[in-house]
């Protein structure tokens, strides 16, 4: 396994070529690709990679709220949307790996309240640690996020991990695992629903926070014209928010590049989004994500 770090990106391939790109901005994992080099993530042109905003594409970890700030919950009221992780630098705290046949390499990250400047610390005061793993298997990729209060103080936090996968076009794909699962509409002011004993397509903006009726072990399944590219199985995070911006949205996200790049991407994010997950001084909250090529 060959590792290189640079001052800002962690890589690490595998002996049969399979890669993994790490931004320390965000923990942002840029890039990922199989053994013959085909990426699997999308990344828009315009992502700004310097932490002045978060990286439009690959898969920015959102803590410790999800979207726009919530009035009605005051201790995560000022940030900004989807917090301040995705644009934190992080420290890489190594790698470990295992070679022969079936190689792996497993890359950790971490960020703690000491890593914040002032100005961040002060719109969310707590004691916190995140260990960020990136696991690189050949025919997957895991990435894992630990919280702990490392404070005296409870806090409520929420989380997600927003991954971008390519696909080859957006209106013949199909999401599977979600079928007669509960579901806020995100585009339809907020409205609970209920989705059909269907998979997901897609013809429109489209921008839901689904909690599948089979709990997070069963995969999500991601097909892209007819066959089954990605298999997402989750661990302690019970929300799949599901969004592609179609194009109207896209025009109006600046670093959205270009603009038809919503064909070729769908956002399928694991996260513990409803309501917030309470955590007392010492405790640790583990969410994870298991993604496998099929
Ligand atoms: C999704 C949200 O997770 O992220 C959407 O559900 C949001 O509402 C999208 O538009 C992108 O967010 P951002 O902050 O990266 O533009």
Redesign the pocket.
């Known amino acids: 396994v060959t590792i290189s770090h640079g001052n800002s990106r962690v890589t690490a391939v595998l002996p049969t070529g399979e890669s993994v790109e790490v931004l320390l901005f965000g923990a942002t994992v840029l890039s990922w690709k199989d053994g013959a080099g085909d990426e699997k993530l999308w990344l828009s042109e315009g992502s700004k990679f310097d932490g002045s905003?978060?990286v439009?594409g690959g898969i920015?970890i959102?803590f410790p709220a999800?979207?726009?700030p919530d009035p009605n919950h005051a201790a995560t009221s000022k940030l900004?949307?989807?917090g301040f992780a995705?644009t934190a630098r992080w420290e890489f705290l190594g790698k470990s790996t295992s070679e022969g046949s079936s190689s792996s390499v497993k890359l950790d990250f971490g960020l703690s309240s000491d890593n914040l400047d002032e100005a961040t610390r002060a719109l969310w005061p707590y004691k916190f640690g995140l260990l960020y793993s990136v696991t690189l298997e050949r025919e997957s990729l895991t990435t894992t996020l630990v919280i702990t209060n490392d404070g005296d103080e409870p806090f409520e936090i929420q989380t997600?991990l927003?991954t971008y996968f390519r696909v080859k076009d957006i209106s013949s794909v199909h999401v599977t695992g979600l079928e007669d699962s509960p579901y806020t509409d995100?585009v339809d002011g907020m409205k609970p629903k209920t989705q059909a004993s269907s998979p997901v397509t897609f013809s429109g903006e489209t921008?839901?926070?689904y909690t599948p009726a089979k709990g997070p072990r069963h995969p999500v399944v991601i097909s892209d014209g007819g066959k089954p590219s990605f298999r997402i199985v989750r661990d302690n995070l019970d929300q799949v928010?599901v969004?592609n911006?179609w194009t109207d949205?896209a025009e109006s996200?600046p670093d959205f590049a270009p603009k038809d790049g919503y064909k070729n991407m769908v956002?399928v994010?694991a996260?513990s989004v409803q309501g917030w997950q309470k955590l007392d001084k010492g405790d640790a909250f583990e969410g994870a994500q298991t993604i496998s090529l099929s």
């Open positions: 905003k978060g439009r920015p959102v999800f979207g726009s900004p949307q989807h995705r997600l927003h995100k921008d839901r926070v928010v969004w911006p949205k996200i956002c994010e996260g």
